[in-house]
């Protein structure tokens, strides 16, 4: 396995709420800025949301007040809770950590600020 392992995802109706879980191994997740990306079919990865050394978060506006990063220092886990969730939403997630970094800052949804990258795991929501 990679240092980061996704879980959490599944397929909901539309307004359902869904838990993604990232577990990081080899290196203390809470240290770094850790992001959450998605991506659809014929897009682009984009960001969705990012937390950092000092908890402090970032969200796309798509899913500002819908979801929620955060993580737990002692299971060395970093979380993304998804309520109200639109057939939008629908895609894999994947997430990411930037090893080199301790604050997320500008340019958090930047792919290539971060270091490493878990398999993904599929969202799929149904209207």
């Known amino acids: 396995q990679g240092p980061l392992v996704e879980s959490g995802g599944g397929a909901v109706q539309s307004g359902g709420s869904l838990r993604l879980s990232c577990a990081a191994s080899g290196y203390t997740s809470s240290s770094n800025c850790m992001g959450w990306f998605r991506q659809a079919p014929g897009r682009e990865r984009e960001g969705v949301a990012a937390?950092?050394?000092?908890?402090?978060?970032s969200y796309a506006d798509s899913v500002k007040g819908r979801f929620t990063i955060s993580r737990d220092s002692a299971k060395n886990t970093v979380y993304l809770q998804m309520n109200s969730l639109k057939p939008e939403d629908t895609a894999m997630y994947y997430c990411a950590t930037a090893t080199d970094r301790s604050s997320c800052g500008g340019s958090w949804n930047y792919v290539w600020r971060y270091s490493y990258w878990g398999q993904g795991t599929q969202v799929t929501v149904s209207s």
């Open positions: 937390i950092d050394s000092d908890g402090s978060t």
